[in-house]
């Protein structure tokens, strides 16, 4: 293989890799500040466990984010630097102001988070967690603002020398996809967040152990309460931004609903085998008018085919198009656990139905499964474009040997498998633990007003 594949190959699974943390910890964080809030608020020891058990797993999870975000960073120099080259001006100030507004403002504060409880109190404690939970969600704003300004790159000047220079800041932070992107990605976090917490939970309920149930109810009845709001809002979010790349990247559209021909009432393909060589569906099952409304919001809308562009200007449809449909069906899974969850609370069964918790267990990876689904068709959909419509991909690497970025990516693949078996390993045996010794359970003492937190705890909790 050549030195573009290997190149791309590379960034795709440090990128991929490095994405599962943020996807994870932006979430916890805020779930963490959730359950530093119900504890000033009720002083009820069972927030108290479960903030003490999820900072401990945030601290392994970001540790693991940071680590891997470095080598991206790198990566954009050593083996992409005709695109850094071409794109500083323009993205450079992003990624600057994303270390200056957000890293030093996790770094100086997530020291109190992790081990100054006993040192500076629980007010200000609450006060670095929120700080830390705010840092994420800025991260994460600058991060995908830039990777967004790739995908609909606006308010800039190309140079003589190729370079592309902005001209208007926030034109390029506000960029078309932007809103759309930063809402999918950041709720994305806390859903799979929230079926993290669920499953742990429900592990918890399942093993029985008396010393953790009080704070498995609790955190089960919470997630779920979560998830049962915001699956049904991402779902939402994802139309809308489905509409926003009708309008700005057609081909990507098309090779993710495998649609070849141009044309207005177009069916919708539930299932196909993309055959881009000749051209046409294999196999296709589809519904009829139905791509048009679900697509268009229009019964006669109309719908680009990959026909209507040259093939070198056409993403690879397969991966574009079997990853939507996989990251569809996380989201229909995570949404009927989440319904299934009300309708058990209603009934008065959420804590006790064996193969509900089973399942929830099942349900940990989903959101995983749907963030790298997700990450596959925003990327390789926008190809063969690293700045979609102005930078082909093969014009942005770096003019260095196969062998080299060989070499690097066999070391990544082995460095980064035992980084995730070391994260396993310790994450699985806090689980195992539970939160029950972490801080003694004393008699619950309710202040007034605390009634609104107290409705989603178990009735019969310690």
């Given at each position: 293989m050549?030195t573009?594949?290997?190149?791309?190959?590379?960034?795709?699974f440090?990128?991929?890799?490095?994405?599962?943390?943020?996807?994870?910890?932006?979430?916890?964080?805020?779930?963490?500040?959730?359950?530093?809030?119900a504890?000033?608020?009720?002083?009820?020891p069972v927030w108290?466990?479960?903030?003490?058990?999820?900072?401990?797993?945030?601290?392994?999870?970001?540790?693991?984010?940071?680590v891997?975000?470095?080598?991206i960073?790198?990566?954009?120099?050593?083996?992409?630097s005709?695109?850094?080259?071409?794109?500083a001006?323009v993205?450079?100030?992003?990624?600057?102001l994303?270390?200056l507004?957000?890293?030093?403002?996790?770094a100086g504060?997530?020291g109190?988070?992790?081990?100054?409880?006993?040192?500076?109190?629980?007010?200000i404690?609450?006060?670095a967690?929120?700080?830390?939970a705010t840092?994420?969600?800025?991260?994460a704003?600058?991060?995908?603002?830039?990777?967004?300004?790739?995908?609909?790159?606006?308010?800039?000047?190309?140079?003589?020398?190729g370079r592309?220079v902005?001209?208007?800041?926030?034109?390029?932070?506000?960029?078309?996809?932007?809103p759309?992107r930063?809402a999918?990605?950041?709720?994305?976090?806390?859903?799979t967040?929230?079926f993290?917490?669920?499953g742990?939970?429900?592990f918890?309920?399942?093993?029985?152990?008396?010393?953790d149930?009080?704070?498995?109810r609790?955190a089960?009845s919470?997630?779920?309460?979560?998830?049962?709001?915001?699956?049904?809002?991402?779902?939402?979010?994802g139309?809308?931004?489905?509409?926003?790349t009708?309008q700005h990247q057609?081909?990507?559209?098309?090779?993710?609903?495998g649609?070849?021909e141009?044309?207005?009432?177009?069916?919708?393909?539930?299932?196909a085998w993309?055959n881009?060589?000749e051209e046409?569906?294999?196999?296709?099952l589809?519904?009829?008018?139905?791509?048009?409304?679900?697509?268009?919001?229009s019964?006669?809308g109309?719908?680009?085919?990959?026909?209507?562009v040259?093939?070198?200007d056409r993403p690879?449809v397969?991966?574009?198009?079997?990853?939507?449909r996989?990251?569809?069906?996380c989201?229909?899974a995570?949404?009927?656990?989440a319904?299934?969850?009300?309708?058990?609370?209603?009934?008065?069964?959420l804590?006790?139905?064996?193969?509900y918790?089973y399942?929830?267990?099942?349900?940990?990876?989903?959101?995983?499964?749907?963030?790298?689904?997700g990450?596959m068709i925003t990327e390789?959909?926008?190809q063969?474009?690293?700045v979609y419509?102005?930078?082909?991909?093969?014009?942005a690497v770096?003019?260095?040997?196969?062998?080299a970025?060989?070499?690097s990516l066999?070391?990544?693949?082995i460095?980064?498998?035992l980084?995730?078996l070391g994260?396993?390993?310790?994450?699985?045996r806090?689980v195992?633990?539970g939160?029950?010794d972490l801080?003694?359970?004393?008699?619950v003492?309710r202040?007034v007003?605390a009634?609104?937190l107290?409705?989603?705890?178990p009735r019969?909790e310690p």
């Amino acid at each position: 293989m050549d030195t573009l594949i290997l190149s791309r190959l590379q960034f795709a699974f440090t990128m991929g890799y490095h994405i599962l943390w943020p996807a994870f910890t932006i979430g916890l964080a805020w779930f963490i500040v959730f359950l530093g809030a119900a504890w000033l608020r009720t002083r009820n020891p069972v927030w108290k466990q479960l903030q003490l058990f999820w900072i401990r797993v945030f601290s392994l999870a970001f540790g693991m984010g940071v680590v891997t975000g470095v080598v991206i960073s790198y990566q954009l120099g050593l083996n992409w630097s005709a695109y850094a080259r071409a794109t500083a001006d323009v993205i450079g100030p992003l990624f600057v102001l994303e270390v200056l507004t957000a890293f030093f403002l996790e770094a100086g504060f997530i020291g109190i988070m992790l081990f100054g409880r006993d040192k500076v109190g629980d007010k200000i404690h609450f006060a670095a967690c929120v700080i830390v939970a705010t840092g994420t969600v800025i991260s994460a704003f600058w991060i995908i603002s830039a990777n967004s300004w790739m995908q609909t790159p606006t308010a800039f000047t190309a140079a003589s020398d190729g370079r592309f220079v902005a001209t208007d800041f926030w034109g390029v932070v506000f960029n078309p996809s932007m809103p759309y992107r930063f809402a999918h990605m950041v709720t994305a976090s806390f859903v799979t967040g929230s079926f993290v917490i669920a499953g742990v939970a429900a592990f918890w309920l399942r093993r029985g152990r008396p010393a953790d149930q009080g704070a498995a109810r609790a955190a089960f009845s919470a997630s779920l309460l979560l998830a049962a709001i915001l699956v049904p809002l991402q779902m939402e979010i994802g139309d809308q931004h489905g509409l926003n790349t009708r309008q700005h990247q057609p081909m990507k559209l098309a090779a993710i609903e495998g649609r070849w021909e141009t044309g207005k009432r177009v069916p919708l393909t539930l299932i196909a085998w993309p055959n881009q060589k000749e051209e046409r569906n294999d196999y296709a099952l589809e519904i009829p008018v139905l791509g048009s409304i679900i697509l268009t919001h229009s019964l006669d809308g109309e719908v680009k085919g990959l026909k209507s562009v040259p093939a070198a200007d056409r993403p690879p449809v397969p991966p574009v198009f079997f990853a939507f449909r996989i990251m569809v069906g996380c989201g229909v899974a995570m949404l009927a656990l989440a319904m299934t969850g009300l309708i058990l609370r209603w009934r008065g069964r959420l804590y006790d139905t064996r193969w509900y918790q089973y399942a929830c267990m099942a349900g940990v990876p989903l959101g995983f499964i749907a963030t790298l689904a997700g990450w596959m068709i925003t990327e390789v959909g926008r190809q063969p474009w690293v700045v979609y419509g102005y930078m082909r991909t093969a014009d942005a690497v770096s003019p260095i040997a196969g062998g080299a970025v060989a070499s690097s990516l066999g070391i990544a693949l082995i460095l980064y498998n035992l980084l995730l078996l070391g994260f396993l390993w310790y994450a699985g045996r806090m689980v195992f633990r539970g939160p029950g010794d972490l801080a003694p359970i004393p008699p619950v003492v309710r202040p007034v007003g605390a009634h609104n937190l107290a409705s989603i705890m178990p009735r019969n909790e310690p």
